[in-house]
C-alpha cells in the first residue's frame, strides 16, 4: 500500500493514478509498453502486428481460410491481425469486389451480450463520423452468431509503427511534422465528438499513417472507436474501470469509464503528441519537449503540459479549442525571416555617350558663341602682348609719362 503524495489518500500496490484526486503516482520501475494490453477487445489490429491468429485464444474453428464467405457477401482473403476478442481479415465484397477490412468476433464471447452490443454499437456510432481522417464502416451485422463490421481497408502502418522505423534510424520526428499529425488527429475527433462519439482509446497504435507525412501534410485514419459509446444515448451502467489502454488513458476514466468526455480523448493526443517529439511517454517528472530540443516551441510545452491535467477541466475543452492553441504556439515560436530590403534610391541614368571624332576636330564641336568671343579676346591680347611694336610704343609711352 501508498500514499497518494498529492492528496495523502491510500492506494494500491499496483496504482498509476489516484483514485481520489487523479494525480500520476510516480514510480521508479519503467513500465514494458508491450507487457500492457488493452482489454477492449475491439481493437482493429492491422498489417505489421500479428501475422496469424494465435492458436491459444481462438480454436480452429474460429479462424477462416481463404475462399470462405462471411454473411453470404464478404470473401474471405486473408488475416490481417487480432484483438483481444477478435480476428481482422481481409476481404473482398462480393457485389462491388471493393477491398474491405472485416473484424469478427470471436465466438467465446458471443454468448456475452454485453460485449456483443459494444461491438454493435461500435459500428453504429462510427459510421454517423464522416470524416477522412476517421476510417469508414460500410456493414454491421452477424454472421450466424458471431457479430462483424466491414469497414474502409487501410494501406498504411500504425503511427507506433512508423515512429518506431524513426527510432531505428537514429531519427527523430520533426515537431512540425509531429504537429501536422496531431493537427489531422483533432480534426478527426472533432467530427466524431460533434456526434457525441468518444473514443476512449486513442493510442499510435489506432492511428495509421498512408503515405510519409510532412510538415504540410499528413493522411490519417483513426479506427478502433471499439470502446466508443454515443454520450447522447449512452449503454453502459455501472462505473466499470476496464475501458481503454491505461498507458494512454486519461486519469478520471480510469476511475470511471462514464466519466470519460472530449478531454480525455485530448488527454491521450498530449500523451501521444510529446512520444511523437521526445520518443517516451511523459510519465513521473517528465521533462518539457523542448528541454532536449531546440526546435520545440515553449507554447507546445504549455500545451502538452495543460493537456496531461489531472484535472479535466483544465485541459482543452474541445479539438477545435486544442488546434487553435497549437497553431498558436507554433505561429509564435517560428523564426522572423528576413525583414523587407531597405529601398534604394535609382541611380540617375548615364547621358547618352555623343559620337566625338578623335583628334583636333573634336575642339570645334558643341561650342557656343560666348566661347568663341572670348577666345577671340583671348587671342588679339596674346597678340599685341607678343608684338616688338607694342612694347617700343609702351616704352616711349611710358618716358614721355615721366619728362
Known sequence: MADCQKCGATLPEDARFCVDCGAEIETDEAVEVSSVQTISGLETVMPGSIPTPDPDKFGPDEILEAGAVVAGQYEIERVLGQGGMGVVYKAKERETGETVALKLINSKYVRNEKAVDRLIAEGLTTRKIAHESVVRIYGIGRDGDRPYIAMEYIDGVPLHVWRGQKMANNESVPVRVAGQIIKEVLNGLQAAHAEGVIHRDLKPENIMLIGEPSETSAKIRIVDFGIALATKANTQSGTGTGLGTQLYMAPEQIRNANAANAAADLYSVSKIFYELIVGVLPTGHWQ?????????????????????????????????EYRELMIRAFNAGRKPGPGPRPKLRPRPAPKPQTDREPGFANFFKGRTWKFWAWLAVGVFVALMLLSPDFWVAFEQSYYESQY
Open 288 to 320: 518539457p519537449p523542448s528541454d532536449g530540443r531546440s526546435d520545440v516551441p515553449q507554447g507546445i510545452d504549455a500545451l502538452i503540459a495543460q493537456g496531461l491535467k489531472a484535472n479535466r477541466d483544465a485541459r482543452p475543452q474541445s479539438a477545435a
